[in-house]
T-cell receptor, first 111, second 115 residues
Framework: GEQVEQLPSSLIVQEGASVLINCSYT??????FPWYKQEPGKRLQFIID?????ERKQNQRLTLLFDKKTKHLSLHITATQPGDSAIYFC??????????FGSGTKVIVLP | GPKVLQIPSHQIIDMGQMVTLNCDPV?????FYWYKQILGQQMEFLVN????????KSKLFKDQFSVERPDGSYFTLKIQPTALEDSAVYFC?????????????FGPGTRLLVL
């Protein structure tokens, strides 16, 4: 079945810096890749997604890049704020409904 | 954004007992999901439910597990009997449709501890 690997597992940045989270998947049948954010003690929150027929998607300070050939995604967060501190999860979905999640990247933004 | 509610937030039970986890999905959503996350591990898909039926299930969805949504009330995950390895956080999710490009919205999870 699908496997999703996410790196790094954690990172600490100063407020205002940028963050890059990498994600790779194994199943070429995966076509949809939503990303979620989980702040401490809170639920998973959908933040951005991309389909396999796209290469790039931007939502304010979030930019998601997708490379179908290498089965690789990267989430770039610019101008980070302390409120961006959370665990970020990438996920992959084929034509079945199940999402396969990565292990998460814990981001700490220092004020 | 849309919110999925889960009740209870925590549950502690003895091995062999039955437990029911409750999920109140987003009001106009039609597809419902359960995911399981063991401490320190990745979240994994259990089951997808639509129109009163299980549509897909993973190998983690053991025979002791069942799901239902009677008369549009809570979407429930029942485990009977429970085992030690069922200790985990269970996340409910819902979506308008199962297709690609349709986001699943997650609840805050129910932390289940089986003693």
């Amino acid at each position: 079945g699908e496997q999703v690997e996410q790196l790094p597992s954690s990172l600490i940045v100063q407020e205002g810096a940028s963050v890059l989270i990498n994600c790779s998947y194994t199943d070429s049948a995966s076509v949809y890749f939503p990303w979620y954010k989980q702040e401490p003690g809170k639920r998973l929150q959908f933040i951005i997604d991309i389909r396999s027929n796209m290469e790039r998607k931007q939502n304010q300070r979030l930019t998601l890049l997708f490379d179908k050939k290498t089965k690789h995604l990267s989430l770039h967060i610019t101008a980070t704020q302390p409120g961006d501190s959370a665990i970020y999860f990438c996920s992959a979905k084929g034509f079945a409904s199940a999402l396969t999640f990565g292990s998460g990247t814990k981001v700490i933004v220092l004020p | 954004g849309p919110k999925v509610l889960q009740i209870p937030s925590h549950q502690i039970i003895d091995m062999g007992q039955m437990v029911t986890l409750n999920c109140d999905p987003v009001s106009n959503h039609l597809y419902f999901y359960w995911y399981k996350q063991i401490l320190g591990q990745q979240m994994e898909f259990l089951v997808n439910f639509y129109n009163g039926k299980v549509m897909e299930k993973s190998k983690l969805f053991k025979d002791q597990f069942s799901v239902e949504r009677p008369d549009g009330s809570y979407f429930t995950l029942k485990i009977q009997p429970t085992a030690l390895e069922d200790s985990a956080v269970y996340f409910c999710a819902s979506s308008l449709a199962p297709g690609t490009g349709i986001a699943q919205y997650f609840g805050p999870g129910t932390r289940l501890l089986v003693l």
